[in-house]
């Protein structure tokens, strides 16, 4: 299932949720529950709606930026997820992290302690590297565990990367009538997607095929 939607006219959707094939969480009122088919929990991140933004889940954990409220904390907790809060100085995690249930790829501006701990908590293998000549890996590459998809300028050494790790298909393309940054405008698991409502119909096709939802 799929829906097309802005938060309040804002289409970069991709800030403010995050969904894995187990969970969906956001600052949304709405209950999305039926296009993710999981529940669906409202949360903050420190005390902002950035939820996507400010986080990284696959279904085995979450990673939070320090800034994260202990009170958050305890409700993130209640989930059933293991939780690791990074000491790190990037508090936006979503741009760090790329991850789905088969592998993560992690920024290197990331230490290699908290590659580890990354590791850890989410049960999967962890890759640092760069793609398409950028440190923000969850920028420009958006997965789940039925596809994945890159900036439109990525190389083909990106794509088998992507590939390599994450274990599934991969295409270029773009979001939100043609914003190469394509998690900024995606909201996705096995089951549905939420994308920006700016996106155009050939983008659409596109993100669903890739996504097969």
Same mark, same amino acid.
């Given at each position: 299932?799929?829906?097309?939607? #802005? !938060? !309040?006219?804002?289409?970069?959707?991709?800030? !403010?949720?995050?969904?894995?094939?187990?969970?969906?969480?956001?600052?949304?009122?709405?209950?999305?529950?039926?296009?993710?088919?999981?529940?669906?929990? %409202?949360?903050?991140?420190?005390?902002?709606?950035?939820?996507?933004?400010?986080?990284?889940?696959?279904?085995?954990?979450?990673?939070?930026?320090?800034?994260? %409220?202990?009170?958050?904390?305890?409700?993130?907790?209640?989930?059933?997820?293991? @939780?690791?809060? =990074?000491?790190?100085?990037?508090?936006?995690?979503?741009?760090?992290?790329?991850?789905?249930?088969?592998?993560?790829? @992690?920024?290197? =501006? =990331?230490?290699?302690?908290?590659?580890?701990?990354?590791?850890?908590?989410?049960? *999967?293998?962890? @890759?640092?590297?760069?793609?398409?000549?950028?440190?923000? *890996?969850?920028?420009?590459?958006?997965?789940?565990?039925?596809?994945?998809?890159?900036?439109?300028?990525?190389? #083909?050494?990106? *794509?088998?990367?992507?590939?390599?790790?994450?274990?599934?298909? *991969?295409? %270029?393309?773009?979001?939100?009538?043609?914003?190469?940054?394509?998690?900024?405008?995606?909201?996705?698991?096995?089951?549905?997607?939420?994308?920006?409502?700016?996106?155009?119909? !050939?983008?659409?096709?596109?993100?669903? %095929?890739? =996504?097969?939802?």
């Amino acid at each position: 299932m799929k829906d097309l939607f #802005d !938060y !309040y006219g804002d289409v970069n959707i991709g800030f !403010y949720g995050k969904a894995s094939d187990k969970l969906f969480i956001s600052s949304f009122e709405k209950d999305f529950s039926n296009i993710f088919n999981v529940p669906s929990k %409202r949360i903050t991140i420190g005390g902002t709606e950035f939820v996507g933004l400010f986080s990284a889940m696959n279904s085995n954990g979450i990673i939070l930026p320090f800034i994260v %409220r202990d009170e958050e904390l305890e409700e993130i907790k209640k989930f059933g997820l293991d @939780v690791l809060v =990074l000491k790190e100085k990037f508090t936006a995690i979503g741009n760090l992290v790329v991850v789905n249930d088969k592998g993560a790829i @992690v920024s290197d =501006l =990331l230490s290699k302690k908290s590659i580890k701990s990354i590791e850890d908590v989410l049960k *999967v293998e962890v @890759v640092q590297a760069s793609l398409v000549n950028s440190k923000v *890996v969850g920028s420009v590459c958006f997965a789940t565990n039925k596809g994945a998809i890159l900036h439109r300028e990525a190389s #083909d050494e990106d *794509v088998e990367l992507v590939k390599d790790v994450l274990k599934v298909e *991969v295409e %270029r393309g773009s979001v939100n009538f043609g914003s190469p940054f394509v998690a900024s405008g995606i909201i996705a698991n096995s089951y549905g997607a939420l994308i920006g409502s700016k996106t155009s119909g !050939y983008e659409l096709d596109f993100i669903i %095929r890739a =996504l097969k939802v």
